[in-house]
């Protein structure tokens, strides 16, 4: 097994294009609430802070490059966060819409989906019998039809429309197919170590939450790719902490945030971003674990620093 490192890397997803407003009052939407809440978590100890969009009006998702200038400066400006922006945006957009941002922005870190699956949040719909936003409700139940596409071709685009930027990516792998498509991308030259792996659990149409998966994902990903890549894990909802504590113990990095859970607790709705992050900043510790700096986390994963990209 790939050699255990001494520092766990914390990532924050602050808002995805999952969840929607009515589901918890705390999931920010506004630039305005997204810069906070980054900021925040920023503050409590995320050293990565993964980014998308919403339309500030309804909180509906967005890859609109210009809603993303409005929160991108203002958290650079407060933090030394590595910014990792979304190339997934939401199944329902065009690769084109998906890339726009990181294509204008260059960030240090970009996510990079690795396989098309089916994506489904509809049975969130059946909790709520009103709603804040007319387009919540219909954009839940018509998940049961979402096919999220990342084939080979868009793949392979989107590695090639970033090349020259110096962004990194965080592969996000939600079944144990995707680590095999990575690694095609791997023998085809179009990914170079040190990789970062984004094992996601527990979302419908991927990958179970269940602790044998974790390590078959863990001992998979050490066949392909040896001591090339650096490891992370994130979970869907109730299980977000759990598998989070497994994958730190297997000497993973961890990925908290409101993106992938609206829960701190059994039953209680988090208050904010930076309340997972204390969470999981606590649980480390008492399994005898640091947590990474920034610049820790961009020496380990080859990031070309926050100077150089375009915001």
Known sequence: MKQIQRKVIVSCAITGAIHTPTLSKAL????????????DAADAGAAILHLHARNPHDGSPT????????????????TSAVINLTTGGSPEMTVEARLAAALRFQPEMCSLNMGSMNFAMHPMAE?????????????LLASEA????????????????MADFGTRFEHECYDIGHLYN??????????KAPIFIQSVFGILGGIGADPDNVLFMRRTADRLFGDDYIWSVLAGG????????????????VRVGLEDSLY????????????????????LSELSLEVATPDEARDLLALKGADNVKF
Do not use: C
Request: zero cysteines; aromatic letters at 12%; charged letters at 25%.
């Open 28 to 39: 920010p939407y506004t630039p305005e609430d997204i810069a906070r809440q980054a900021i």
């Open 63 to 78: 890859g609109d490059p210009d809603v993303f200038a409005q929160f991108l400066p203002a958290i650079k400006e407060r």
């Open 127 to 139: 909790k709520v019998s009103t709603w804040r936003f007319p387009w919540e409700k219909d954009y």
């Open 146 to 161: 979402f096919i999220f596409r990342n084939t080979f071709r868009d793949i392979a685009r989107i590695y090639q429309m």
């Open 182 to 191: 990575l690694a095609y991308f791997l023998d085809r030259g179009l990914v």
């Open 238 to 253: 109730r299980h977000q902490m759990p598998v989070a504590s497994q994958a730190a113990l297997m000497g993973g990095n």
């Open 264 to 283: 701190i607790a059994k039953g209680k709705l988090a208050e904010s971003n930076a309340q997972q992050v204390s969470k999981i900043r606590r649980v």
